[in-house]
């Protein structure tokens, strides 16, 4: 694996935990520079830096262009080129449609889906320029489905999906590919943190909250772990993979399938 992604520089929004800190740590791993970025306390940015070999990290905040754009720019010229976007970087809330506040949901479109149009579109010239590039757009299951409660989550999604099959079609003749990943529930500190909530709610045991009532619609009725969307991300910026483009990749338990 170490020579996979050797001499390949990347940047992975929102990578300081979670799905895009597994991603960073794989692409590392396989001998990829790698430019991390998400909020954090110092500490744990900086135990983020050190497990994924120093790797250099810029601050940008994924609701401002402006800060995408420079973050972009900051990468290339710290690397001297940008192979490989990954746009994980994304928030949660959840609400009635009807009281759901106009603030959430800007911020939700904005950190979710315009994020990634923005680093896109910065990062694209120096990709076809060099005729080499891999962009990957983190999505998620409710990226072609839908639950209640989600709506600002669920259109954000379903554009970065829209999104991701549209640039494909433009860099089709490239040497550069767009693909989305949309997994189900991952193991991750939020996301377990939902557990017991539903516990108390129902009156049972965190198991069966769980996978009665969190995981209702993943019929493997487990979580998806974090180094698993890690692998399909490494395997999507590796060799034998460029004829996959355009494609939304689900990893959700059989949740699509079902």
């Known amino acids: 694996m170490r020579q996979v992604l050797d001499g390949q520089a990347a940047l992975i929004t929102g990578s300081t935990s979670g799905i895009g800190l ?55 010229a710290a690397f001297g080129k940008l192979d490989i976007l990954v746009n994980n970087a994304g928030i949660q809330f959840v609400s009635p449609v009807q009281d759901f ?26 990709m076809l320029a060099r005729d080499y590039g891999r962009i ?16 600002a989550y669920v259109a954000a999604k379903h554009g970065v999906v829209g999104l991701t099959k549209s640039v494909a079609l433009e860099i089709a003749q490239a040497n550069v590919t767009c693909n989305a990943i949309c997994p189900g529930f991952v193991r991750t500190p939020l996301a377990e943190a939902q557990v ?27 979580w998806i772990e974090v180094d698993e969307v890690a692998r399909m991300a490494l395997w999507l910026v590796g060799p034998g993979s460029g004829g996959v483009n355009g494609s939304a990749l689900s990893i959700d338990g059989g949740w699509l399938a079902a």
């Open 22 to 76: 597994a991603i960073a740590q794989a692409f590392v791993a396989a001998g990829a520079r790698v430019m991390l970025n998400g909020f954090g306390k110092p500490e744990d940015i900086a135990a983020a830096q050190a497990s994924t070999g120093g790797a250099p990290y810029h601050p940008a905040d994924m609701s401002k262009p402006a800060e995408i754009r420079d973050m972009v720019r900051a990468a290339e």
């Open 196 to 222: 017991h909530p539903l516990a108390e709610k129902f009156g049972v045991s965190d198991e069966v909250a769980l996978k009665d009532h969190l995981l209702a619609k993943q019929p493997s009725k487990r």
């Open 136 to 151: 990957i757009n983190v999505a998620s299951a409710h990226g072609l489905v839908a639950s209640p409660y989600k709506t």
């Open 101 to 126: 506040p106009a603030e959430k949901w800007d911020a939700i479109i904005a950190i979710n889906m315009s994020s990634n149009f923005h680093a896109i579109a910065a990062a694209l010239p120096g």
